[in-house]
C-alpha cells in the first residue's frame, strides 16, 4: 500500500518540467529546449543558436594572393599503410 500511496504523491518528470518551465522561462532569461532525436543535429543546432546569440565583428581578414604551386618531382609520398589517419567518424 506504501507504493501505491508514494507514487500518487510524488509528481511525474514530465509535470515537473512542465511546471519548471511555466513559472521561469521568461523574455529575460528563457529556456530553450533542444529537439535531440538526431543527436548530431541537435548538437550542431544548439552549437549554431548558441553562436547566433552573440554579437561579434566579422575579422575575416582579405584573400590572400598566392604565388602558383610549383611541382617538386623529388617528392615521393611515403606508403598509406605507414601513416596514422584521424578515424572517419562521420
Known sequence: MACGLSSRLIASPATTQALMFRY????HAPWYVVDADDKCRARLNCIAHLLSLIDYE????????LPPRGRHESYVRPPLDEQTFVPQTY
Open 24 to 27: 521561469t522561462d521568461i523574455k
Open 58 to 65: 566579422d575579422l575575416t581578414p582579405p584573400p590572400l594572393e
